[in-house]
């Protein structure tokens, strides 16, 4: 699983083909017919509604003891339901995960671990508005809009918010695909912090411009004897919640592994040919196969006689 204080997820969800720039292979899709429009902070959005919405595959957004939901949105105006911005939480499970919704009024409002939170924050209508709603780790909750911070109130009780389970996490509806919001959504991303306020008006360049690290793998490398000959052995195990691909190289050879899953490992023994190994090192280079950074690490082994 990424960091819990890293970029858990960035969608620019006008481009093509759509891609997670968090390196989390965290992949969103389409629900729906409703079209990509040319507007938008980057010129091309997605629309909302009245059945289309935003979703990625199952995976688990964390136990979270801060977090800040980001996203540039067009809502639009006359339209006097509930309807979702974020969505992470089965329908009426008010304890498990996060939802951030609109009520009628157009109010922001929070629900998670077990408590609903309904700020004094209204967005407008009709218009592109930036908002980052962040949760600190007393349950204060800040609502930021075009940059102008209010606060939103405390959850009661807060501990964290438990999304260890693995679910689709939306935007624009529900888990069920109801609630859908109106409008258009450009960019969005989550963070597994309360963004500071100078965080929060670079927010895009901090999900999309910045180096973000790779996946995450666990990687050991032994000088073995068999025979009377030696070996080195790899191992690189998937600590990250997506398939990798993983790379093992070492002065004796190299071996790639497709679509290692996470707990799995990608392992090798390599011949020396020698009844002898000098001390030395080997690398290991772990890619989401959807593209991403890269995560490469060097790991040392000791000299061996057999």
Do not use: K
Not at 28 to 36: D, K, L, M, Q
Not at 116 to 135: A, C, E, K, N, S
Not at 221 to 237: E, W
């Amino acid at each position: 699983m990424p960091p819990a204080d890293g970029t858990l997820l960035a969608w620019d969800l006008g481009e093509d083909p759509l891609t997670d720039a968090s390196g989390h292979g965290r992949t969103p899709r389409v629900v729906g017919p409703a079209p990509v429009v040319a507007e938008g902070p980057t010129g091309s959005a997605q629309s909302l509604g009245p059945t289309t919405y935003v979703a990625s595959e199952p995976f688990a957004l964390g136990h979270l003891y801060q977090a800040s939901f980001a996203g540039e949105f067009r809502i639009d105006a006359g339209v006097s339901s509930y309807r979702r911005l974020f969505d992470a939480q089965p329908v009426g499970q008010d304890a498990d995960g996060i939802l951030i919704d609109l009520t009628p009024s157009n109010a922001v409002r929070v629900i998670t671990a077990g408590v609903g939170t309904t700020t004094p924050v209204q967005v407008p209508t009709g218009r592109w508005f930036d908002l980052v709603v962040t949760i600190g780790e007393d349950g204060a909750i800040t609502v930021f809009v075009d940059g102008d911070a209010r606060s939103g109130g405390t959850i009661a009780g807060f501990d964290a918010i438990a999304g260890c389970r693995t679910r689709p996490f939306h935007v624009g509806a529900n888990q069920g695909g109801g609630e859908v919001q109106r409008g258009a959504v450009d960019r969005v991303a989550v963070f597994g912090r309360a963004l500071t306020a100078d965080e929060v008006a670079t927010w895009q360049a901090l999900a999309f411009d910045a180096d973000e690290p790779g996946p995450d793998v666990t990687v050991a490398a032994q000088a073995r004897c068999l025979a009377g000959r030696a070996y080195v052995a790899v191992r690189a195990t998937n600590a990250d919640d997506v398939a990798l691909d993983v790379t093992l190289e070492t002065p004796y050879g190299s071996r790639t592994a497709a679509g290692v899953a996470p707990g799995a490992a990608a392992y090798q023994s390599f011949a020396v040919r020698a009844a002898s190994v000098d001390a030395g090192s080997a690398t290991v280079t772990a890619t989401v196969p959807d593209g991403g950074p890269a995560s490469v690490h060097d790991v040392a082994f000791e000299a061996r006689t057999c």
